[in-house]
C-alpha cells in the first residue's frame, strides 16, 4: 500500500470561529471547508501558522466518520457533547473532525476560595461568564488524587470537583470549567476503561498529560484502633493497590468499593464510622479530621496515575520538546487490519507507548464472514493507540495518511507535551 505523501493538500484551506459564542448558544461550533487556487508554504514540514497546521492536517481528515450514538440522527452530537459536530466535505469524503486551534491558557493567580460542592448533573446547566482564572474539572471531592493531578498540571488553578467523570466532561463542554484532568490509567492497575469510553463519546481533546505518584493512608476517626476495624472502603483501584499490604497489617476486614478515595474518607468522618476505615491522601486526612493508622500502604511503591488533560480546543503540535499523540481506530473488517496500522508506526519508528482495546458499542459482535448463519462470532473493538510524536512531524502525518487506508474509522484524539517531570516513588507529603 503506497502511504500518502506528507506535503499537505495545495487547494485546501480551512475556515474555523474559536470566539466563544453567546451562553445561550454555546454548544456547536461550526468548521467550514473550502477550496483555494494559493499554495501554502512549509518549513521543514510545520505549518508556520495556524491556517497553515489546519490545511497540512485536514488530508488526516478525509476518512474519519464520527460514531453516532443508538438512535441518534445523523450529524446530531454524542449525548452530552458540546463539541462541533457539523458535517463538511474535505477531498470528496464527509468528516466531523474539529480543526479549531488554540494554545493552551495558563493560571493568573492563586485561588483562596473554600473548597466547593462537587458538581451533579443536575448542576450543569447554562454555564457563568468565563472567568479571568483557569478552572480546573476533577472527579471526586477536596483531597482526591485528581484534585492534586489537576494542581500539578495548573499551579494556582481553581479546581472544580465533579461526582462523576461524565460530569468533569460536560463541566468543560458548557464553559463550566476550562480544562478536565482525568485519569486513564494507573501503574498497578491498569487502565480506567471508563474515561476511554467517554474519551470516544465526547468531543474534547487531550492537550497534555501528567504522572502522579499516588500514596495510600489507612484512614480512621480519632481514637479508633485497628483492632476495632470492620470494614475498609476506598474506590476499588485504591483496594486492588493495597490488598497485599492490608492483609500484613492482619487487618481481617471487609473490603467496600465506593466512588472515590478523598469521598471514603469524607464518608466516614461525617457519618462517624468507628468500625470502618478508609484508604485516602494524607491531605483527606487533613480535611476530614482522620488520623493515620498506617502510612504508604500501597503495595508497591512504584504506584503511578497517569492523567491526561483536556480542552475544548486542541493545541498546535511542536517539534520543539517531546510530544505524545493519541488516536483510536477501527475497521468494518474486523481486527485483521491491526498487524497493518501497527506496521505504518514501526516501519517510520515509531515507538507506542500503549495500545488498548475496548469493544465497539454500536456493533459488538460479528457472524464470522458476516454471514447470517452459523454460530461462530467475535466480538468488534475500537483501539486505542499512544505513541511517541508530534503531529507536527512529516513521519507521524505520514503515518495517519497510511493507517487511513487500513481503518474506517480515524479520530486523532490529542497531540500534547509528554509528562517529562522526574519520576520519584510516592512519598507522603
Known amino acids: 500500500m503506497q502511504a500518502i505523501v506528507p506535503s499537505p493538500p495545495h487547494n485546501l484551506k480551512c475556515f474555523t470561529g474559536t470566539t466563544p459564542l453567546p451562553l445561550a448558544r454555546v454548544g456547536r461550533l461550526v468548521v467550514q471547508s473550502v477550496y483555494r487556487s494559493d499554495s501554502v508554504h512549509f518549513s521543514n514540514g510545520v505549518g508556520s501558522s495556524r491556517a497553515d497546521w489546519q490545511s497540512s492536517c485536514a488530508i488526516l481528515a478525509s476518512k474519519v466518520v464520527s460514531l453516532q450514538q443508538p438512535n441518534e440522527k445523523p450529524g446530531a452530537g454524542a449525548a452530552g457533547s458540546g463539541g462541533a459536530d457539523h458535517v463538511a466535505a474535505v477531498n470528496g469524503h464527509k468528516t466531523t473532525i474539529d480543526l479549531s486551534l488554540v494554545p493552551i491558557d495558563t493560571a493568573e493567580k492563586e485561588n483562596n476560595k473554600p473548597q466547593p460542592k462537587p458538581l451533579t448533573i443536575t448542576d450543569l446547566s447554562p454555564a457563568p461568564m468565563h472567568g479571568s482564572q ?221 495500545i488498548e482495546s475496548r469493544p465497539h458499542r454500536n456493533r459488538p459482535i460479528r457472524l464470522v464472514d458476516d454471514e447470517n448463519e452459523g454460530t461462530a462470532k467475535h466480538f468488534e473493538y475500537m483501539f486505542y493507540v499512544d505513541f511517541e510524536a508530534s503531529m507536527a512531524e512529516v513521519r507521524a502525518q505520514n503515518a495517519l495518511a497510511e493507517v487511513q487506508e487500513f481503518t474506517s474509522f480515524l479520530r486523532v484524539l490529542g497531540s500534547y507535551p509528554m509528562d517529562m517531570t522526574p519520576w520519584c516513588p510516592s512519598r507522603g507529603d
Not at 302 to 320: G, H, K, Q, W
Open 134 to 354: 483557569l478552572r480546573v474539572a476533577y472527579q471526586g471531592v477536596p483531597g482526591a488524587y485528581s484534585e492534586a493531578a489537576a494542581g500539578k498540571a495548573y499551579p494556582n488553578c481553581e479546581a472544580i470537583p465533579c461526582d462523576q467523570f461524565e460530569v468533569a466532561f460536560q463541566a468543560v463542554e458548557l464553559w463550566i470549567a476550562d480544562r478536565a484532568v482525568l485519569p486513564v490509567e494507573n501503574s498497578l492497575g491498569g487502565s480506567i476503561h471508563r474515561n476511554y469510553d467517554l474519551l470516544l463519546r465526547h468531543r474534547l481533546h487531550i492537550v497534555g498529560e501528567v504522572q502522579l505518584p499516588v500514596h495510600h493512608c489507612l484512614l480512621a476517626l480519632p481514637g479508633v484502633r485497628k483492632e476495632y476495624l470492620t470494614r475498609v472502603i476506598s474506590h476499588p483501584q485504591a483496594l486492588a493497590q493495597c490488598e497485599l499490604t492490608l492483609t500484613k497489617l492482619g487487618l481481617n476486614v471487609a473490603r467496600e468499593a465506593v466512588d472515590d478515595t478523598a469521598g471514603a474518607a469524607e464518608f466516614v468522618a461525617a457519618n462517624n464510622l468507628r468500625d470502618t476505615a478508609a484508604i485516602a491522601s494524607a491531605r483527606a486526612a487533613d480535611l476530614y479530621g482522620m488520623n493515620i493508622l498506617a502510612d504508604g500502604i500501597q503495595d508497591d511503591s512504584s504506584n503511578v496515575t497517569r492523567f491526561v488533560m483536556l480542552a475544548r480546543e486542541p493545541i498546535i503540535p511542536r517539534t520543539d520538546r517531546p510530544f505524545k499523540t493519541s488516536i483510536v481506530f477501527a475497521h468494518d473488517k474486523g481486527t485483521s487490519v491491526l498487524f497493518k496500522v501497527l506496521s505504518a508506526f514501526a516501519f517510520r519508528n515509531i515507538s507506542l507507548t500503549k
